[in-house]
């Protein structure tokens, strides 16, 4: 039969109660044996009576302490001073399986009363059993005490206290105990609840990591900005037609020649090569907050938000990290290669097009296109990198860069002029100088072409040249200055 259990502050509070009682009686004792011997000089007959009343008062102590142990609804044991069972409550024995066992001593208890280490098959230290440390003067608890009665197994819970006599010498020590199987059980539901609480967790940390691992894989092909802009987190929340309106800067890169280049390489050669290439230019890009849209075969189209800076810098980049890029591949034996970059600014819509089967992200917009045509005027001018009017006017300050207007055209598809402008801060160091150097008089000379002074025009031109004969721009001016004064001569 399980008695009810008790908590530990409780059980400490019925071990004080305990102690107090022993107090008791070992004080009422005292008095009674003081009482007998100043009773020593009377007569016999008072000196009976006062004994009958001392006997008297100690069994009325005993008797009181015995139903006080009884009652309480833990075990109790009490070993005397040379180790040996002295006594043990209701409680004890129904836990114990059997009461008070004289004919042994301290040493013997685990083996008679079957008390065994819980959760193995070794019976526990008798040093260590909370009421042999009482009869070495200490206080102490432990709770991997198990009883075996037979096939039933009982844990409990043990605290063993030393009870002293007026001279501090140890005189009995007393064992509370009681049954903490619904505690245990307790435990055990609590860790198996934890169990399986880390287990869910754990599941649900490789979920979000296989979750993570699928959208970064997702995101080498349909970039993370992407579906920020859309939105979304996470590719699988992504749906066929979402789109979002933005106004972006557009870069366009394309290796010049390079059908030229690749008809020379095995396809295997050509791979190494482009995935050398574009993996020398992702990190300009990236490092100047853009991102790739997509490779078309050599070519990259990425993306900026916000301040046309960005992207301006990006190609700047670009070009630098090719210059280095070529010097290796000198070195190595291989002919360098040219590339050109091409940059407009303005309104676009992203979005995912396709079926249900397949769907691509794409942008859509006039800005895209002309940011393509703009790239394929490099070869034209001879010149590494181009920008729109729309992205110069949203540089934060175009005087941090090296730029000079180059042309207004009018780009297939579009009915307005284009204003385009070089931006040659990554030119050959000769080659900027001679630009920098010449960009008062090229502006005059761009100025008085615009206004028709072809002559005048053509002069600044040629003197342009004169300091700076690697100036492509300036030579197809002065071509047409030529041109134009020819064919008014004809007139």
Same mark, same amino acid.
């Given at each position: 039969m399980q008695e009810e259990q008790l908590s530990k502050e409780e059980l400490l509070l019925e071990i004080e109660k305990l102690r107090q009682e022993v107090e008791n009686l070992k004080r009422e004792k005292t008095d009674l044996e003081i009482l007998l011997e100043t009773t020593s000089l009377h007569s016999d007959s008072v000196e009976a009576e006062l004994h009958d009343k001392a006997l008297e008062a100690v069994r009325e102590g005993e008797a009181k302490l015995a139903q006080f142990l009884e009652a309480i609804p833990v075990g109790v044991a009490v070993l005397d001073a040379t180790g040996k069972p002295y006594y043990a409550n209701r409680a004890a024995v129904q836990l114990l399986?059997?009461?008070?066992?004289?004919?042994?001593?301290?040493?013997?208890?685990? /083996? @008679?009363?079957?008390?065994?280490? =819980?959760?193995?098959?070794?019976?526990?230290?008798?040093? !260590? &059993?909370?009421?042999?440390?009482?009869?070495?003067?200490?206080?102490?608890?432990?709770?991997?005490?198990?009883?075996?009665?037979?096939?039933?197994?009982?844990?409990?819970?043990?605290?063993?206290?030393?009870?002293?006599?007026?001279?501090?010498?140890?005189?009995?020590?007393?064992?509370?105990?009681? /049954? @903490?199987?619904?505690?245990?059980? =307790?435990?055990?539901?609590?860790?198996?609840?934890?169990? !399986? &609480?880390?287990?869910?967790?754990?599941?649900?940390?490789?979920?979000?990591?296989a979750e993570l691992e699928l959208t970064d894989a997702y995101g080498r092909f349909v970039p993370h900005q992407f579906l920020y802009f859309l939105g979304y987190e996470s590719i699988v929340d992504v749906k066929l037609g979402d789109q979002v309106q933005q106004e972006m800067s557009v870069l366009f890169a394309d290796i010049r020649d390079f059908t030229s280049l690749s008809e020379t390489l095995t396809p295997e050669e050509n791979f190494k090569f482009i995935n050398a290439y574009l993996s020398r230019m992702e990190p300009a890009i990236t490092e100047n907050n853009g991102f790739i849209d997509k490779y078309i075969g050599d070519a990259i189209m990425a993306l900026f938000n916000g301040e046309a800076d960005g992207a301006v810098q990006s190609g700047i980049s670009m070009l630098q990290t090719l210059a280095d890029y070529n010097q290796q591949r000198q070195n190595s034996g291989y002919v360098p290669i040219k590339i050109g970059v091409g940059i407009n600014t303005g309104t676009l819509m992203l979005g995912t097009v396709g079926g249900q089967n397949r769907m691509d992200s794409t942008v859509i917009s006039d800005a895209v296109n002309l940011a393509s045509r703009i790239e394929g005027l490099t070869k034209e001018y001879g010149v590494q990198m181009l920008i729109s009017n729309q992205t110069f006017s949203r540089l934060h300050n175009p005087a941090d860069y090296s730029i000079r207007i180059v042309d207004q055209v009018k780009v297939k598809g579009k009915s307005e002029f284009v204003t385009v402008y070089e931006v040659f801060d990554s030119d050959p160091p000769e080659v900027r100088e001679g630009k920098l150097g010449t960009l008062k008089r090229y502006e005059e000379a761009m100025l008085l072409y615009h206004q028709k002074s072809v002559r005048e025009a053509g002069k600044l031109f040629e003197e342009c040249l004169q300091k700076n004969p690697e100036d492509r721009v300036s030579q197809i001016y002065l071509k047409r200055c030529r041109d134009w004064r020819s064919l008014l001569k004809d007139f």
């Open positions: 399986g059997k009461g008070v066992v004289p004919s042994i001593t301290v040493y013997k208890i685990p /083996d @008679i009363y079957q008390l065994y280490v =819980a959760n193995s098959p070794h019976l526990y230290p008798v040093e !260590e &059993l909370p009421i042999s440390r009482a009869l070495n003067g200490e206080t102490s608890m432990a709770d991997d005490i198990e009883v075996h009665q037979g096939d039933l197994i009982i844990p409990l819970e043990s605290r063993g206290t030393p009870i002293f006599d007026s001279n501090g010498k140890v005189i009995y020590a007393i064992s509370v105990f009681q /049954d @903490i199987s619904d505690r245990k059980k =307790a435990e055990a539901e609590r860790q198996r609840f934890t169990n !399986e &609480l880390f287990e869910l967790n754990l599941n649900l940390e490789k979920a979000l990591d």
